[in-house]
């Protein structure tokens, strides 16, 4: 078999469905370049070879630009390669489109790209939006137990899919902020704030007033997450997470199921988001409605 002559075929197949047809043309796309990269696989002598040496596909994305023009680098081939390879093992959905793939074929790690792929789908996601996702590192922001629940297809619970540790972008530039500095480069952008705690949250308020005796006191952020049917109490903390916060944020938490909450609601949850973690203050946390992370701003 030529097998630079029979990938030269599946990409200008490629190329002349692309500008005739649009109906299931993006199904078509990712069949042309798996084809392609099983091609690139046997031409190199099998899956065991197509590890080492990258020679022959170097010398068809030559060829390729010269007879087809641009969009055929070696780069491109090995990513086409990679795609039949993560394919024998499982399907890749059609629902993304190459651009998609290209940015998840560089990823190393299955259990990384079958999380980047479900959340892609699940939030309809552009190749672009995905792009932020894996530079901000979100796979590898989540806690090992919830890898482990992913993988085994496991429930998950509401505090699962918190990052740790926070992403926040900081206009200031600047690293020692005040916790109302925090406060407010978090309001500015809102909505990828709560995508850091997971899904289902929705605002409610800032510095959300309730009064305990004669005192009014003031809750940092109140969300409540309609996915899991229960109101959230965020505290803000530019220094190491300390016991006494620990004793704040449950007097908050309490007073918002006593007061606010329905008998319709789980029970409200308290996230301590500090500047430093403290491993000992929450080993001997008995409430195990309070969870802590950190903040990293960039």
């Known amino acids: 078999m030529n097998y630079y002559n029979e990938i030269k075929k599946e990409l200008i197949d490629n190329e002349v469905y692309k500008k005739v047809k649009d109906y299931s043309k993006n199904r078509y796309e990712l069949e042309r370049y798996y084809n392609v990269g099983k091609l690139l696989v046997e031409a190199q002598g099998g899956e065991a070879r197509a590890k080492y040496g990258d020679g022959l596909i170097r010398e068809y994305a030559r060829r390729l630009t010269l ?7 070696t780069r491109t081939l090995k990513y086409m390669r990679r795609f039949y390879l993560l394919q024998k093992g499982q399907a890749m959905p059609a629902q993304l489109s190459w651009s998609h793939y290209v940015e998840l074929l560089s990823l190393k790690d299955l259990n990384a790209i079958n999380y980047y792929i479900k959340i892609s789908i699940k939030h309809n996601l552009t190749y672009r939006q995905l792009h932020e996702h ?5 796979y590898g922001r989540l806690d ?11 429930k998950t619970s509401i505090s699962d899919f918190i990052k740790q540790p926070i992403v926040i972008k900081n206009k200031y530039h600047n690293i020692d902020i005040s916790e109302k500095i925090l406060k407010q480069l978090i309001m500015e952008d809102l909505s990828s704030f709560m995508k850091e705690l997971g899904e289902g949250f929705s605002f ?6 309730i009064k305990l005796g004669d005192r009014y006191n003031y809750i940092d952020l109140l969300l409540f997450n309609y996915k899991y049917n229960a109101f959230a109490v965020i505290e803000l903390k530019v220094t190491e997470l300390r016991k006494e916060h620990i004793g704040q944020i449950q007097v908050y938490m309490n007073y918002v ?3 606010i909450k329905s008998i319709s609601h789980d029970k409200t949850i308290g996230i301590i988001i500090a500047k430093y973690g403290n491993e000992f203050v929450m080993r001997y946390c008995s409430d195990k409605r309070i969870f802590n992370t950190t903040f990293m701003l960039v």
């Open 134 to 138: 894996i530079k901000n590192n979100e």
């Open 67 to 73: 007879e087809l023009g641009k969009g055929y680098s």
């Open 144 to 154: 090992s137990n919830t890898i482990n629940k992913m993988i085994t297809d496991k």
């Open 257 to 259: 199921d006593e007061n």
């Open 204 to 209: 409610i308020d800032s510095e959300y007033k």
